[in-house]
């Protein structure tokens, strides 16, 4: 028979998950409402954290200015963003310039999966399908993709206009919150090793692409970095996107098994071997939590939330653990649960007791 105080704390229980569903539903609300305003501003912040190291050490070690480091920084940081344009435009052109010679190379795929699948006894509709894929306008696709890319750059003058501010702005180090530099260093180690995987993995799967001879690898490689940043479902897209350049550009389907098989090693190795092991340790984020942050993220903000979804999951989870009241919360986040029948809290680097009993 339970006593009326337990009774009283399952209920209060209760009310205090079904408020944090309904502050969820509202904050996930406003959210989606203000987007337009606050996505340019997040991005900015992600943007400001990748940047100023540079800026700090520009100011500190060389003696520069605050504006000097801050034009220094954007400068590296347009060049940067200018290097990878050449480079990804180049690629476009050698695409359009094989166009024909693609479109020719599809169709005869298509005829002979469709005849295969003819002789099988199903029927797919092969005039029909060839004349599709003949009408399909190729030239037009890409120009249409660089148009939206340039929308893209345009919404990013925003943002750089924001990363100018809080550039000119900072304050290193000057926390008086303990909140506050928890977030700050979390945030700065997190993107630290993101950002250092990310590259290697896009540089080692560019690198395999070229070196196999398929056109447009340094886009492919591109497209790898920012996948990247996508936990799970990113490093899948990543291996499948250049499939079909592959099947339509070779003769043979060896390359095409290459193109498929050697970045999905990379993927492999750096995503369930190096990856967990280090951003695990920046943010302190359980893996399921990671993929519902992934899910909630991306139903807000598209594709941009779940490139942020990590890092802005794991700056709440940091936030929970400050104050007593939302510790477990916090802990929940973490993969850490209560233990045994007391329901205490596991703390990170302390033995439970189970571990501290004698064999």
């Known amino acids: 028979m339970r006593s009326p105080r337990d009774l009283a704390e399952e209920q209060a229980r209760l009310i205090a998950v079904s408020l944090i569903l309904i502050a969820t539903v509202a904050v996930g609300a406003g959210l989606a409402y203000m987007r337009p305003a606050l996505v340019p501003f997040v991005l900015a912040v992600f943007v400001y954290y990748l940047v100023s190291p540079l800026a700090d050490l520009l100011e500190t070690k060389a003696r520069f200015p605050r504006w000097a480091s801050t034009v220094t920084t954007l400068l590296v940081v347009a060049g940067l963003i200018a290097l990878m344009a050449v480079l990804v435009t180049t690629s476009v052109r050698g695409l359009l310039n094989s166009a024909d010679l693609y479109q020719e190379r599809l169709l005869r795929i298509t005829r002979q999966v469709t005849e295969l699948l003819d002789r099988r006894g199903l029927e797919v509709g092969q005039d029909a399908l060839l004349e599709s894929i003949q009408a399909f306008p190729i030239s037009q696709v890409v120009p249409a993709a660089a148009g939206t890319a340039l929308t893209v750059v345009s919404n990013g003058f925003l943002v750089m206009i924001f990363v100018i501010f809080l ?100 993927q492999l190795v750096i995503g369930s071997g190096i990856d967990p092991k280090l951003t695990g340790r920046g943010l302190d984020l359980s893996p399921v939590t990671v993929l519902i942050a992934l899910v909630f993220w991306g139903l807000i903000w598209g594709v941009v939330g779940m490139l942020l979804a990590a890092p802005m999951t794991g700056i709440l989870r940091i936030v929970l653990a400050q104050f007593a009241t939302t510790r477990p919360m916090g802990e929940i986040l973490a993969g850490r649960f209560p233990q045994g029948t007391t329901g205490t809290w596991p703390v990170p680097g302390q033995a439970t007791a189970a571990e501290k009993e004698p064999a």
Request: proline share 6%; aromatic share 10%.
């Open 167 to 266: 550039l000119l702005g900072r304050q290193p180090g000057r926390f008086r919150s303990q909140v506050f530099r928890e977030i700050d260093a979390g945030i700065r180690r997190f993107l630290g090793i993101k950002l250092a995987i990310s590259a290697a993995t896009g540089v080692l799967v560019g690198a395999i692409l070229a070196l196999l001879g398929l056109e447009l690898a340094l886009v492919f490689g591109v497209l790898t970095f920012l996948l990247n940043f996508i936990p799970s479902v990113g490093s899948i897209v990543a291996v499948l996107l250049p499939l079909p350049v592959a099947l339509v550009q070779f003769e043979s389907y060896w390359p095409v098994v290459g193109v498929f098989v050697l970045p999905a090693i990379v």
